[in-house]
């Protein structure tokens, strides 16, 4: 089992920035894959970014990449989500994930445990 909580609940305007964290524990969870992932009101939950604890690489979602950064901080058991140039249309509840698959994935449905979410509000 393995147990995700996150923070960072934030409003900000437009063009600011806010840093979400996703504390994780549980067993052998450093072989997992993190995802972030968001969901606004009367949409599909979307794939924000993905890493692995063993590598620094991340990849992100076309909607935020250039803007977003994933990483970790291994020590800490932390993932952390730092998100600039905000949008109002970045306005969701973010979740923070783990997936048992070994490979870099975007789907929702290869994660198996989920954080509790946390509201991210941009205003114009």
């Known amino acids: 089992q393995v147990q995700l909580v996150e923070s960072g609940v934030g409003l900000v305007q437009a063009g600011g920035s806010l840093t979400l964290s996703c504390v994780v524990s549980g067993r052998a969870f450093g072989g997992y894959t993190m995802g972030w992932f968001r969901q606004a009101p009367g949409k599909d939950r979307e794939f924000v970014a993905v890493?692995?604890?063993?590598?620094?690489?991340?990849y992100y979602g076309d909607s935020v990449k250039g803007r977003f950064t994933s990483s970790t901080e291994n020590d800490k058991n932390t993932v952390l989500l730092q998100m600039n140039r905000l949008k109002p249309e970045d306005s969701a509840v973010y979740y923070c994930a783990a997936s048992q698959a070994t490979a870099y994935t975007n789907s929702p449905r290869e994660y198996d445990y989920w954080g509790q979410g946390t509201q991210v509000t941009v205003s114009p």
């Open positions: 890493i692995r604890w063993t590598r620094s690489t991340a």
